[in-house]
């Protein structure tokens, strides 16, 4: 990936440090396994589309520095993010919440 990501040089799966948080999440917009897209802006907004529905929350990093969304009305939750990396490029993330361990994996468009 060219961009805010290119001087970014890790492996498949390795964690995303809380310094590359922002940079991961709003390096573009990313397409998840069952077809929902997703948008971080910089200021801290985000919009999920599930099969045309927009859902508007925030994401932010958290004070123990890790990456975490709110949905209104109270939908909070906390993730583990790793990079998705494919011959030597980061392609997208994988997000691990930190309560529950479901998991779901986005590639950048």
Do not use: N
């Not at 948080?21 to 599930?50: C, H, K, N, R, S």
């Not at 520095?65 to 993730?79: K, L, M």
């Not at 919440?97 to 468009?109: M, N, T, V």
Request: proline fraction near 5%; charge should be negative.
């Amino acid at each position: 990936m060219t961009g805010p990501l290119a001087d970014i040089h890790v492996s498949d799966g390795d964690a995303v440090t809380t310094a590359h948080i922002a940079a991961a999440v709003t390096a573009g917009g990313l397409v998840y396994d069952d077809g929902a897209t997703q948008v971080f802006e910089p200021g801290g907004a985000t919009i999920y589309v599930e099969r045309g529905r927009p859902s508007e929350g925030e994401w932010y990093v958290d004070g123990d520095g890790r990456f975490c969304s709110f949905w209104p009305p109270s939908y909070r939750a906390c993730y583990d993010l790793h990079w998705i990396v494919e011959d030597g490029g980061i392609v997208g993330l994988r997000f691990v919440e930190r309560a529950g361990g479901s998991e779901f994996s986005g590639r950048y468009r």
